[in-house]
């Protein structure tokens, strides 16, 4: 699986919208670009995934750049609730395990 | 959405006891489950993947006669650590694939070691 940088951490203040960057230059054509969170002492949470283009759902949005080296999570109006450590990962779009980097501690703030 | 459950959320152990950690599919059926385990302020660390009616694979560096794993039916996956030691202390997490591309994970176990 390709390997991903996140910066380790960031805040945001309580509804606005946090933008968590992550880098994957060397993510192959049939790698899927994944994002989990985990709240603290808890499993982790799926988010969102794709392929090329851009997805949303209830929980966020994902803009993966042209090239796919890089990839964005939008958590359009964060709340508390939000903070979470989050993980961006790739991996072909099977079922299979998980590699999990360091992530990005998230911070929203009132 | 799919559910995993694991059994028991916190155990707290003496050292040189066996301790059992059972994860379960609630409502789905998973031949194939992941054990990570994660240290404090760390990321989760793949242990082994455990498949059902089949031999566990473990991942380099994890001792399989420590860490016993049985897959013995579609919906369940036990992770027994053998003879426990104050540095097996960790948050063990179980999860399964629930579909082609989503992983649904266990809330956790937490084992202490005394």
């Known amino acids: 699986d390709a390997k991903t940088t996140q910066p380790p951490s960031m805040d945001c203040a309580e509804g606005r919208a946090a933008n968590l960057p992550c880098n994957h230059s060397?993510?192959?054509?049939?790698?899927?670009v994944y994002w989990y969170r985990q709240i603290h002492s808890q499993g982790p949470q799926y988010i969102i995934h794709?392929?090329?283009n851009n997805e949303t759902n209830e929980m966020a949005s994902l803009i993966i750049t042209e090239d796919r080296k890089s990839s964005t999570l939008i958590l359009p109006h964060a709340t508390l609730r939000d903070t979470a450590v989050y993980y961006c990962i790739v991996r072909a779009g099977t079922a299979s395990k998980l590699t999990f980097g360091t992530g990005t501690r998230l911070q929203v703030t009132l | 959405g799919a559910v995993v459950s694991q059994h028991p959320s916190r155990v707290i152990c003496k050292s040189g006891t066996s301790v059992k950690i059972e994860c379960r599919s609630l409502?789905?059926?998973?031949?194939?489950m992941f054990w990570y385990r994660q240290f404090p302020k760390k990321s989760l660390m793949l242990m082994a993947t455990s498949n059902e009616g089949s031999k566990a694979t473990y991942e380099q560096g994890v001792e399989k006669d420590k860490f016993l794993i049985n897959h013995a039916s579609l919906t369940l996956s036990t992770l027994t650590v053998t003879s426990a030691h104050p540095e097996d202390s960790s948050f063990y997490i179980c999860s399964a694939p629930g579909g082609a591309y989503e992983q649904y994970f266990g809330p956790g176990t937490r084992l202490t070691v005394t």
């Open positions: 409502d789905f059926q998973a031949t194939t």
């Open positions: 794709g392929l090329k």
């Open positions: 060397t993510i192959s054509g049939n790698e899927y």
